[in-house]
């Protein structure tokens, strides 16, 4: 599984980001899509992931303020991040987990920076 991601950049507190996460070599409707992060100095953790049937989890410190979707048509995972605080810099990943061999990849990870 290929992932690609775009859409990072930087922002100032309280605006929003959109991150978008495409993936290819394998049916898209067999794979759980998430995004995790990773602060400096800090180790990487889950910010939310979606199931193949829809089923949304967001770790605490996102939930109200970010939203992750999946579109299977267009093979694509979205992050829609608003009212964005300083701890939410980090480098994010776009995540997959393959259901029939439990198999995680990666993609190669977008920069959110957000100003205070």
């Known amino acids: 599984v290929q992932l690609v991601e775009s859409g990072g950049g930087l922002v100032q507190a309280g605006g929003s980001l959109r991150l978008s996460c495409v993936a290819s070599?394998?049916?898209?409707?067999?794979?759980?899509m998430g995004w995790h992060r990773q602060a400096p100095g800090k180790e990487r953790e889950m910010v939310a992931y979606?199931?193949?049937?829809?089923?949304?989890v967001y770790a605490d410190s996102v939930k109200g303020r970010l939203t992750i979707s999946r579109d299977d048509a267009k093979n694509t995972a979205t992050l829609q991040m608003n009212s964005l605080k300083p701890e939410d810099t980090a480098v994010y990943y776009c995540?997959?987990?393959?259901?029939?061999?439990?198999?995680?990849?990666w993609g190669q990870g977008t920069q959110v920076t957000v100003s205070s």
């Open positions: 070599g394998s049916p898209f409707s067999t794979l759980i």
């Open positions: 979606v199931t193949d049937a829809g089923t949304t």
């Open positions: 995540n997959s987990k393959r259901l029939t061999n439990w198999e995680d990849y």
